[in-house]
C-alpha cells in the first residue's frame, strides 16, 4: 500500500487526510499550526515536522495550501518536498493557484471532483490515491498547471452563481416573499443547482461560520480567476462583480464563511433573510 502525504490540514486538506486515513493509507501530514497538526494525529496520521519530512515517508503528497508562494515554499524551500522526496514519487498539487505559478517546478466527505494534469501513466499510477478523495476523477491532460487553468475558469462561474443567489435573496426578502416559499421553488426551477439550494439554506438559518467554505478561500480563487483572464485577455464581467461582492464580504465580515456577502447586502437595503 502506498504512504500519502498531506503538506496543508486545514479545511481541504485536513478532509484530504482523514479520508486518506479511511481508505487504509498510511498518512503523513505537515502543517504551521500546531492545534492542525494535533487534530490530524487524533484521527490516525502521523505528524511530521516540515514538508520535507512528509516527503522522506510518502510516495504521494497533496499540496492543499492558499496561495502560489507558500506552493513553492512547500516543494520547492529549503525544507520542501523534492529534498526529502524519493525518485518517482508524485506531488499532487491540489491547491487553487495561478496557472502560471502551477506551470513552474466536498474534501471531507471524499466527494471531490479532481482535475489532474500529468502524463497519463503517472495519472494511472496514483488513481487509486485519488479515488481515495474524489468522487469525480477527470484527467484533463498531460501539460503541467492545465488543472488549475479548469480550476480557474469553474471558480470564475461558481463565484457568479454565489453572487446571483445573495442578491436573488436579498430582493425576495425585500420584496416580502416567503423565503422557504422562494428557496422551495428555486429548488424546483430550471436554475437549480446545489450552490444556489445549499447557499440559500444557510442563509435562511443564519450560519455563517464553520460551514466549511470559507470566504477567505473563495475571494483568494476569484482573484486566481481574474488574474488568470488578464493573462488571456478575457473580459470577466460576471466574475469581476462577484469578486467587489466577495470584496465587501471579507472587508466586513473576514472570519466568517461565504453566504455572509449577503448580510453586506442585508446592510444595505435594511432587512434580513430568514425563515
Not at 508524485?90 to 496557472?99: D, E
Not at 468522487?135 to 491532460?141: A, L, S, T, V, Y
Not at 446545489?194 to 476569484?222: C, P, W, Y
Not at 461582492?245 to 453586506?264: C, L, S, Y
Amino acid at each position: 500500500m502506498k504512504k500519502v502525504g498531506v503538506i496543508g490540514l486545514g479545511d481541504m486538506g485536513g478532509g484530504i487526510a482523514a479520508n486518506c486515513i479511511k481508505a487504509g493509507f498510511e498518512t503523513y501530514g505537515f502543517d504551521l499550526s500546531a492545534d492542525r497538526l494535533a487534530k490530524f494525529e487524533s484521527v490516525g496520521g502521523h505528524p511530521a515536522g516540515s514538508a520535507r519530512q512528509v516527503g522522506e515517508h510518502a510516495d504521494a503528497v497533496f499540496v492543499m495550501v492558499l496561495n502560489g508562494n507558500q506552493a513553492k515554499s512547500a516543494i520547492l524551500g529549503e525544507d520542501g518536498l523534492i529534498r526529502g522526496m524519493k525518485p518517482g514519487a508524485t506531488i499532487i498539487l491540489s491547491a487553487t493557484i495561478k496557472p502560471a505559478e502551477a506551470g513552474r517546478p466536498g474534501a471531507e466527505g471524499g466527494t471531490l471532483t479532481m482535475m489532474a494534469a500529468a502524463p497519463k501513466p503517472v495519472f494511472e499510477d496514483n488513481r487509486d490515491v485519488l479515488e481515495a478523495v474524489g468522487k469525480n476523477i477527470f484527467h484533463i491532460g498531460e501539460k503541467i498547471g492545465m488543472g488549475q487553468t479548469l480550476k480557474a475558469c469553474l471558480q470564475g462561474w461558481m463565484g457568479s452563481i454565489f453572487a446571483a443567489t445573495f442578491e436573488a435573496a436579498v430582493l425576495a426578502e425585500k420584496s416580502g416573499l416567503n423565503m422557504e416559499a422562494f428557496a422551495e421553488v428555486a429548488a424546483a426551477s430550471a436554475g437549480s443547482n446545489a450552490l444556489t439550494n445549499n447557499s440559500l439554506q444557510f442563509i435562511m438559518d443564519r450560519e455563517f461560520v464553520d460551514t466549511g467554505s470559507h470566504i477567505g478561500t473563495m475571494f483568494k480563487d476569484l482573484t486566481v480567476t481574474m488574474d488568470h483572464a488578464r493573462d488571456m485577455g478575457v473580459p470577466m464581467f460576471m466574475a469581476s462583480a462577484a469578486t467587489q461582492m466577495f470584496q465587501a464580504g471579507i472587508t466586513r465580515h473576514p472570519g466568517e464563511d461565504n453566504w455572509t456577502v449577503t448580510k453586506v447586502l442585508e446592510e444595505i437595503v435594511g432587512v434580513e433573510v430568514k425563515r
